[in-house]
C-alpha cells in the first residue's frame, strides 16, 4: 500500500524519540483545540509510549488544555482495570492520574462484560456517540507494533483483519492475555493523524517489512495501518532502523 502522507523521523535512541513526540504531540493538541475546542487522541498500550506519557505528564503537562481533549484506546487486554496488564492501568500510572483532565473525558475500554463481544459493542456505542460518523475519526491514534507485525490488537492472520464496518472487536491472540478488545482499519484509517512508536531490536525486520511497498497486512497488520485522509507518521529508533 503506498501512501504519500507517510513520514519516517528517526532518533538514536528511545528517549530522544520520546521528548521529539512529547513536543509534537503537545503542539498538536494545543493547534487543534485552538481551531475547533477539542482535540480526541487514542492512547496505545505496550511499553514504547510510556515515556511520552510521563513527558505529557510533567514537563508539558501545563501546556497542553487537557480538559478539551478526550482520551479513547486503540486496544485492550480482557482483564480487569486493576491487573497489571491492562493498558488503562498504565495510561493511568503514567499519565491520566497526573493530569487535569474530567474523568468524563477518559474513555477505557470496558473489561467487565461476561464477554468480550458485549464490551467490544458497548465501547462502539461510546465511540459512536463521541466521533463522527463520517469523516475524520480522531485527531490523532498513537500506536505501537509488535516484533510480528501486529498493531493494537490486530495480529497476524486473523479474522479482526478483514472487519470492514465493525470499529470495535474481540480478538483471540497468540500472546497472553489471549482475549482483547481492538479498534480496527474501518476507523483507525478515518484519523487525521497516526503516530507509530517503534523502538528496539526486535522491530527491525518487521519494521522494514512495513515500509516496504510489498508487505501484506494480513502478515504484517501494521502495514493495514493507512489513513485515507490523514498523516501517518513513524517515530523510530536507531535499534529498530539503522544505515
Ligand atoms: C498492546 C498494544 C500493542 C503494542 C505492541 C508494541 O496492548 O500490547 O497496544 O499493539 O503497542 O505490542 O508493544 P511494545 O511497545 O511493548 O513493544
Do not use: C, Q
Amino acid at each position: 500500500m503506498h501512501n504519500l502522507n507517510l513520514e519516517l523521523k528517526r532518533f538514536a535512541d528511545l528517549d530522544e524519540l520520546s521528548n521529539a513526540a512529547a513536543k509534537e504531540v503537545s503542539e498538536l493538541i494545543r493547534s487543534v483545540v485552538a481551531k475547533k475546542g477539542k482535540f480526541s487522541l487514542v492512547l496505545s498500550g505496550g511499553s514504547t509510549p510510556k515515556g511520552l506519557y510521563r513527558l505529557l505528564a510533567t514537563t508539558h503537562r501545563e501546556s497542553v488544555p487537557w480538559g478539551s481533549v478526550s482520551v479513547f484506546f486503540g486496544d485492550e487486554r480482557y482483564v480487569p482495570h486493576t491487573d497489571a496488564r491492562s493498558n488503562y492501568l498504565m495510561a493511568r500510572e503514567t499519565l491520566l492520574d497526573h493530569i487535569p483532565i474530567p474523568s468524563a473525558n477518559v474513555h477505557p475500554i470496558p473489561t467487565d462484560f461476561s464477554n468480550p463481544s458485549d464490551a467490544a459493542a458497548a465501547y462502539e456505542s461510546v465511540l459512536s456517540a463521541e466521533i463522527p460518523g463520517e469523516g475524520n475519526s480522531f485527531d490523532l491514534v498513537l500506536l505501537g507494533m509488535g516484533g510480528e507485525g501486529h498493531t493494537a490488537s490486530l495480529f497476524p492472520f486473523t479474522p479482526s483483519l478483514d472487519e470492514k464496518s465493525k470499529w470495535v472487536v474481540p480478538s483471540d491472540v497468540p500472546p497472553v492475555p489471549h482475549k482483547r478488545i481492538t479498534l480496527t482499519y474501518a476507523v483507525l484509517n478515518r484519523s487525521s493523524a497516526v503516530y507509530f512508536l517503534i523502538s528496539g531490536h526486535d522491530k527491525r525486520e518487521a519494521l522494514k517489512e512495513v515500509l516496504s511497498d510489498a508487505a501484506d497486512y494480513h502478515k504484517y497488520p501494521a502495514k493495514g495501518i493507512a489513513p485515507v485522509n490523514g498523516k501517518l507518521v513513524w517515530w523510530v529508533d536507531s535499534g529498530a532502523m539503522n544505515g
